[in-house]
């Protein structure tokens, strides 16, 4: 096996009501990737998502994270996650830095200090006494890393982590993950509708339709072979510009 292979899915496949939402997938997300999982609505991104952090169970095929076999090694195949699936959910009542303390919890070994090292990582430190409930939906999601990020973990896949910021939350994020991917060396696996973030963000993509890989390439191959064209022209031309209606 390829060392520098952090996640791998074979064949993965789910059927919900005997339609096949994914279909044979195969993602190959490296050490040191930020890859951009991309496709329509309703594509499977989500469920790719919940099947590769082990919330939901493939009818078949596998996911392998660091080498290691989800689901007969879960425990050590998870270690390596960070993940925002849904929008976190804290308690609002709560500061930030309780909701984390109550998660810190839920992982053995883990040292005190280490919540208030990722609240400053996400750049979360000067409000973290304050009430969620006070907090943007930008500081939300950044709370929901610093979550994603108390485990140390290798690898954190973020489901639209962008989803209904405004221009400067949407900054923030972006700054945060090329920040944290070359500073603290996490590879990143982020779903996303925004082909401009993803082409200033990431390395690697993969594009995803009726629940089959139709390209996985990096940022550098598909500018390459496609004559220097944009993402967003490679994207349509591969995912159709829309017009399902007609
Ligand atoms: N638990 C479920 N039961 C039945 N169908 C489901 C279930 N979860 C997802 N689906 C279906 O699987 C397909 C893929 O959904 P999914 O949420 O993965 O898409 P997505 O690519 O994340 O879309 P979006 O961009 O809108 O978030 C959809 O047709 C959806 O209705
Ligand atoms: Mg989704």
Redesign the pocket.
Known sequence: MNSNLLLQTRNLTKS??GRK?IDSLNLHVMKGDIYGFL?R???????AIRLVTGLIFPDSGEVMIDGHPLRSDFKKAISNVGAIVESPSFYGYLSGYDNLKLMANLIPGIKKDRIDEVLDMVRLSRRAKDKVKTYSLGMKQRLGIANALLGSPKLIILD?PTNGLDPQGIKEIKEMIVQLASERNITFFISS?LLQEVEQICNRIGIIDKGKLLCEATMDELTQTANSKSLEDIYFDLTGKGGDLA
């Open positions: 919900f009501g939402m496709g609505n309703g594509q499977g991104k989500t469920t639209e509708h």
